[in-house]
């Protein structure tokens, strides 16, 4: 009931133009939107957070976008913040995370017939079968070994896991009896479909290879990570950007390693990473910290009325 309360309350104040005038107000700070998949799933355990987005809502919500925001392309906008120039006059990236399949097939054809560019930052240990992304391996097996618990006490464990480093929370999954090579409900880009992302209009950054959470991690490992993943995809033929979007939002402070320590910006920057992208929801005036990017992460529960509101810089 709150959440249609709030729904209502959303679409009549979009109704007077507020959000609007807003928009237009803050004209020359980027948007930046981004995706994880687009999928139709009913599963209230394996999609509680919607995060894959059913196809017919997702192209409703990339055409709000475009008919209010000129998309730039992942070059184009190193472009531009290489060059110290303002924003163009209404900005936005349209981004993806982790690597989907259906980013390509379902995603693709949709961002095709509406000309309009996107990222994908890909988690290399994903398209390549080394791994598997424990959340899904928690949400499918969790009736079965916690039977009685709901998804709210599997939203609570899977935050608290996802603070932890990859060692710890592997080995509490092991010990609590979760099969770590459970087979992924929403597969995975092979490497041998990367070529149709470009053809697609769909350029590559980095998610790491492990996705590994940057704030908890040491970054001796963070680092060994993010050349695997950028030697990985440069071995399948993809030339990354050089872009990276941190795992869970998950943002380092400072960098440590053997007990020396350096800032974020010359952490990443010593591995050519230009721009990094965090889950903190938000606008991008010109003078964003780089390396602090915000984004906003677009769900299946985002209905035009709510991305209005969104992105107005009243409310985030």
């Known amino acids: 009931m709150k ?26 700070q980027l ?12 599963d209230p355990y394996l999609n509680f957070d919607q995060l894959q987005v059913d196809p017919v809502r997702f192209e409703r919500q990339v055409k709000w976008v475009v008919s209010r925001y000129r998309i730039l392309s992942g070059s184009a906008f190193l472009e531009v913040l ?27 054809p949709i961002l095709q017939a509406l000309g309009v560019p996107a990222i994908a930052f890909l988690t290399t240990g994903f398209l390549g079968r ?51 090579d459970h087979p992924e409900p929403f597969p995975f880009l092979e490497p041998s479909q990367l070529p149709g992302l470009e053809a697609a209009g769909i350029e590559v950054g980095l998610h790491g290879h492990a996705h ?19 030697t990985k995809l440069l071995a399948w033929g993809v030339k990354p950007l050089p872009l990276f979007a941190y795992p869970y939002g998950s943002v380092p402070e400072v960098w440590t390693d053997g007990g020396n320590a350096c800032s974020r910006m010359s952490g990443l920057a ?14 991008n005036p010109r003078d964003t910290d780089p390396y602090l990017l915000r984004r906003y992460d677009v769900t299946g529960r985002r209905t035009p009325a ?6 107005s810089g009243l409310v985030f």
Request: aromatic fraction near 10%; include cysteine; hydrophobic fraction near 40%.
């Open 212 to 230: 590994l959470a940057c704030g908890v991690e040491d970054r001796a490992r963070l680092t060994a990570d993010l050349e695997i993943c950028r």
């Open 130 to 180: 080394d791994l598997y992304p424990w959340w899904y391996v928690l949400r499918s097996e969790w009736p079965s070994v916690f039977p009685g618990k709901g998804v709210p006490a599997l939203m609570e464990e899977e935050r608290r896991l996802a603070s932890m480093t990859c060692s710890e929370r592997s080995a509490l999954m092991q010990e609590r009896g979760f099969r770590l």
């Open 306 to 311: 709510n991305l209005a509101m969104m992105t």
């Open 270 to 283: 010593d591995l050519g990473i230009i721009a990094a992208f965090t889950t903190r929801m938000g606008l």
């Open 82 to 108: 290489e060059s110290g120039k303002p924003w163009p006059d209404r900005s936005a990236l349209i981004t993806f995370d982790d690597g989907y399949a259906n980013n390509l097939a379902i995603a693709g």
């Open 31 to 42: 948007r930046i939107f981004t995706w994880h998949g687009v999928e139709h799933c009913d």
């Open 3 to 28: 959440s249609i309360l709030k729904e209502v309350l959303t679409r009549c104040v979009s109704a007077t133009g507020l959000f609007h005038v807003a928009r237009g107000a803050t004209g020359d």
